[in-house]
């Protein structure tokens, strides 16, 4: 059991543990060096100086709101996709793709062998968690969403290239471990993509993940999860990252037709809007989740990354978020993790 897991790895968390899902806005500062680096102006150690001081900020921040598992804040990369593309041998950047609203990215074209050739984001992390004393999660995106996001003129079909992907980032998630890392988060949010490829997406995260030390996240979020749930608890991961708060908590009558059977992070606080949910409705929603799943199971975080917020705005929604969880452990008639759920 994941309680259990945690706790075989030597974490303690409290009950309805606080979180984020990744990445945070980036200060001006960063912005302007990053884009004196794409003329030529500036180096790139001077870049990773302010990516650096940008990281040590946003763990200071999220240690003072009171989060209890961090984030690095991915202040050192842009994309989720085409990051890892630029550090993976095989794969060439690609023109511009409309991602979503007014956001692009230069989806990344697989030309040859998908090869990892050396770690990729432990340096990061590294970093990142020799500044606190709470866990940070190692960060990574899955091989499904890799190759749903990606043209490919190499493998001959969508299965080998996510088999290629997963064997290349489950080397990322062994060093990520040989590190020191014991909660790793794997997003896949293209897995409902297309339905039909569910198996293929359960079979390439048996790859990444079977047999290796750490509790296992994945992200997924603005998804038809109607269609490939239950089936998604087959992913082989401990926790799944869900974005409940944009649908309006509707997986729930879901969970009650077939209960959620792992650790489920409930987005309780929308991501993509300006406005700041006052704490009453914050509370309600983390009341409505551990109605739905046993509160043992739920962690509390954000529906998805903060990086398109003001830095206010991003601390305002985990402020918010800190003490509806604690308003919750104290209201609640709740069941510590270690006996169970609230039902």
């Not at 590190?179 to 896949?188: H, S, T, W």
């Not at 293929?200 to 109607?226: N, Q």
């Not at 903060?306 to 830095?311: D, E, G, I, S, V």
Request: hydrophobic share 35%.
């Amino acid at each position: 059991m994941p309680p259990e897991k945690l706790k075989k790895l030597g974490i303690e968390l409290p009950l309805l543990p606080t979180t984020s899902v990744g990445s945070f806005p980036r200060p001006e500062e960063l912005k302007k060096i990053k884009s004196k680096a794409l003329k030529g102006e500036v180096d790139s150690k001077q870049v990773e100086e302010k990516e650096q001081q940008a990281t040590a900020d946003w763990i200071k921040k999220q240690e003072e709101i009171g989060i209890d598992v961090l984030v690095d804040g991915e202040q050192y990369r842009g994309d989720m996709v085409a990051y890892f593309a630029e550090h993976l041998r095989g794969m060439e950047k690609g023109g511009l793709v409309r991602s979503y609203g007014n956001r692009y990215y230069h989806k990344p074209v697989i030309t040859g062998e998908v090869r990892w050739e050396k770690p990729i984001t432990v340096g990061w992390w590294k970093f990142a968690q020799g500044l606190t004393a709470k866990p940070v999660k190692g960060m990574l995106t899955g091989p499904y969403t890799l190759t749903d996001w990606s043209f490919d003129e190499y493998y001959p079909s969508r299965r080998d290239a996510a088999m290629a992907f997963a064997r290349e980032i489950r080397k990322e998630v062994e060093e990520l471990i040989r590190g020191g890392a014991k909660i790793i988060q794997i997003d896949e949010p293209a897995l409902s993509a297309r339905p039909e490829e569910l198996p293929m997406a359960i079979e390439a995260m048996h790859v990444v993940t079977d047999g290796l030390p750490a509790y296992f996240i994945t992200h997924v979020c603005y998804g038809a999860f109607e269609f490939i749930y239950p089936g998604l608890l087959n992913v082989p991961v401990d926790n799944f990252d869900l974005e409940m708060t944009n649908s309006g908590f509707d997986l729930i009558g879901m969970f009650r037709r077939n209960p959620f059977s792992k650790d489920l992070s409930f987005g309780v606080v929308e991501s993509h809007s300006h406005r700041i949910d006052p704490e009453e409705a914050v509370f309600s929603r983390i009341k409505a989740a551990v109605e739905s799943v046993p509160a043992a199971q739920v962690w509390c975080d954000p529906d998805c990354g903060l990086k398109t917020r003001t830095t206010e705005e991003a601390i305002g929604k985990l402020q918010v978020l800190v003490a509806a969880a604690k308003r919750a452990r104290r209201e609640l008639n709740l069941t510590p993790r270690k006996e169970g759920g609230r039902q």
